[in-house]
């Protein structure tokens, strides 16, 4: 969404900056990540993209972690993740 009115270009609000498309910020940023996330079942932590195309399992006991979409990927219920 373009910038309209009486807005101060310099100083965008950070919803509004959150909203508009990864090229059109003021500085250019991606919108993925990666995170650690910890298995509910283990403790163990898998360092996982936020946007994964696969499904990724934790390595210690084989359960389930996250499951693709068609944009982010999905945690399963019960798992925890912190952005790094």
Same mark, same amino acid.
């Given at each position: 969404? &373009?910038?309209? +009115?009486?807005? @101060?270009?310099?100083?965008? @609000?950070k919803a509004q900056e959150a909203k508009?498309? /990864? ?6 940023? &991606?919108?993925?990540?990666?995170? @650690?996330?910890? *298995? ?18 934790? &390595?210690? *006991? @084989?359960?389930?972690?996250?499951? &693709?979409?068609?944009? /982010?990927?999905?945690?399963?219920? +019960? *798992? ?5």
């Open positions: 969404m &373009p910038y309209r +009115g009486n807005t @101060d270009l310099l100083h965008p @609000d508009t498309h /990864k090229l059109k910020r003021l500085v250019q940023s &991606p919108n993925s990540f990666f995170m @650690d996330v910890r *298995c509910p079942g283990c403790t163990a932590i898998t360092t996982v993209f936020s946007h994964a195309q696969t499904v990724v399992q934790c &390595p210690g *006991c @084989d359960t389930v972690l996250c499951q &693709p979409t068609g944009g /982010k990927a999905r945690l399963t219920e +019960g *798992c925890s993740f912190r952005k790094r």
